[in-house]
């Protein structure tokens, strides 16, 4: 029987009060097999289609991989979160929540690894989680929280 529990590194919050709770479309998310790969630590707003596509099509071992999604960048942005390359699964981030405050947009991102005890494949992942959502007027800074994964 194995059972799972977490460690958490909480981050920093100022008591700011969240003026509205943003919307996102999921792009892209690290699932075994997924053919995107972005091999550095990310954490970043993409505005444009060039931007993406730079992103999407950096160089890895895959030979063929789908071409980056059209994106309306007059009217929205992706958000990207990733965590780079790893040693095994059990890795994962994701943006939990897209948050309108008073002076900026806030990004929620929660990075988890595996703790003592877990079984993972030993392979190498590149955890990531690309979101859209519409284009705001305020600038945009991610709050990242980590998390370690405890098995037994």
């Not at 892209?28 to 596509?53: R, Y």
């Not at 929205?76 to 897209?98: C, F």
Request: proline share 5%.
């Amino acid at each position: 029987m194995t059972s799972c529990g977490e460690t958490e590194e909480e981050f920093k919050s100022d008591d700011v009060k969240v003026l509205n709770t943003i919307t996102f479309e999921t792009i892209s998310k690290d699932v075994m097999g997924n053919p995107i790969m972005i091999t550095e630590e990310t954490l970043v707003a993409v505005q444009s289609q060039e931007a993406l596509d730079r992103l999407w099509n950096a160089p890895t071992a895959l030979l063929e991989r789908p071409s980056a999604p059209e994106i309306d960048f007059e009217n929205y942005i992706l958000l990207v979160a990733a965590s780079g390359e790893r040693p095994s699964s059990g890795y994962t981030i994701e943006i939990e929540t897209v948050e309108e405050l008073e002076d900026v947009i806030r990004v929620v991102v929660r990075n988890s690894e595996p703790g003592e005890g877990c079984m993972n494949l030993t392979v190498i992942t590149t955890p990531h989680h690309i979101v859209k959502i519409e284009r705001p007027s305020k600038n945009i800074v991610f709050n990242v929280s980590n998390r370690t994964n405890h098995c037994t």
